[in-house]
């Protein structure tokens, strides 16, 4: 069994201001966001059901032109092929977690 630390996951800056690291399993994909604050994730769909869970901060998002306010605590799911973006409204971490497994993340 695999133990990954945070230390240890590679982060990349994929929006500017939003640094992510992944974690692949066999079936899905762990995403572990850090947002500085007033950062826009660009409108986006994807065959992957996606599970988003606000660990900290205030992130405006919508999806399918629904816009909710999540805070820390607060979990979304986004259906597949559902058009979303969104928005920092401060500095956040977010786990985005994505099945099947997204390997264009990889």
Request: charged letters at 25%; one cysteine or more.
């Amino acid at each position: 069994m695999k133990v990954w630390e945070s230390t240890e996951i590679e982060r990349r800056e994929l929006v500017p201001g939003g640094h992510v690291g992944f974690v692949h399993t066999d079936n899905m994909t762990l995403a572990y966001w850090d947002f500085d604050p007033d950062v826009l994730v660009p409108e986006h769909s994807h065959a992957h059901e996606q599970v988003t869970n606000v660990i900290e901060g205030v992130f405006d998002l919508t999806v399918d032109g629904e816009t909710m306010r999540l805070e820390g605590g607060s979990t979304v799911i986004i259906p597949p092929n559902a058009v979303h973006y969104g928005r920092s409204v401060t500095g956040c971490r977010i786990i985005d977690v994505f099945y099947p497994v997204r390997e264009d993340y990889r």
